[in-house]
């Protein structure tokens, strides 16, 4: 948390997108994709070589099986439009400058970090995808919490995970954001030039048999929250959050309109590989294209709402249609 601190060598390892999970074939720049079908249908000549097995090859590789192209041809964005491509090439910027500060954050280990904003854009995704990216181990270098989460609690698992290098991430735990004590703890521990981090009372913390009234946090807090930090009006409350976002790195994740917000879907669907778990190439496109058509009517346009249309879609792929349109309120009963 010092200033002066050194990166651990537990995160300075770099990993490919491979590594990380990431599809091979990405759309690295979608200001400047072209129709599919617009590409060449010339193709090389196969080199001289009289073998069964050239010959077997070239003739694959000259008329490939069909259902194979289907499947392997990209989900080119102009499909939606020239809009949707406009706003893919700010989302993938934004996504590109957000992974590289929590890198930056977790690396040099000077500072917290809080990612707020709109719930379902991606903050949790995008640090657990630096995370295993750096190397690091669940339950071993890091930690994520999610959900209700105390004061006191907040401060055991500040104190396992206080050595330089190690990473505790709060994943919408705003209960904790609710009572003064997880305020306070959450303020120590973002605190960039004071490392110490107390519970000074008549019933001081035990841990591991042994009283623990204060310790001193090296470790790296990220906040991942949807919480209002300017509520517009003076509360003790109001006070603390301002004095919280003035310790740590304050990343702010917003999206309004339906153009980005389908763009950061599609970009997470096709570039980040986000359901590959659930759905084909083909299944992408159709729930991109379901997206696409009721865009204007679901009321969040978020990314929880593709996984649970996903997750119908390999559950009932005969009726997913309907049933996905009630579920996400469009449906004409």
Known sequence: MTTNQTPSTAVQKTTTHAEQGTPKAQLANYSQIDNPMQQSNTMPLPKTDHSASSFISSVQSVAPDADLVSEEEPICPSTYGPVIIKELVKVKKFHDLTRKHVENVVATN??????????????????????????????????????????????????????????????????????????????????????????????????????????????????????????????????????????????????????AKFANIFFMVVDQGYLDELLNNQQKRELLDFIWKHKGDMPRLDLRDPKRIAEQMQIDPVNWVAIAEVLIGVANV
């Not at 735990?173 to 490392?195: E, S, Y």
């Open 110 to 259: 000077k500072c917290g970090l809080i990612l707020n904003g709109t719930p379902g854009l991606g903050k949790t995704h995008v640090v657990k995808e630096v995370l295993n990216g750096l190397g690091l181990t669940n339950l071993v270098d890091y930690v994520i919490v999610k959900g209700h989460l105390t004061g006191a609690k907040l401060y055991q698992i500040l104190w396992k995970y206080r050595e330089k290098g190690k990473v505790v991430v709060l994943d919408d735990c705003d209960t904790l954001f609710a009572k003064d004590l997880g305020l306070t703890i959450l303020k120590a521990a973002l605190d960039p030039d004071v490392t110490t981090v107390s519970y000074e009372t008549t019933q001081v913390p035990i841990f591991n048999g042994k009283e623990v009234p204060n310790f001193s946090y090296e470790g790296t807090l990220i906040v991942c929250t949807n919480v209002k930090f300017d509520s517009g009006y003076q509360s003790q409350r109001t006070t603390h959050l301002k004095a919280i976002q003035s310790r740590a790195n304050f990343w702010p994740v917003l999206m309004s309109k339906l153009e």
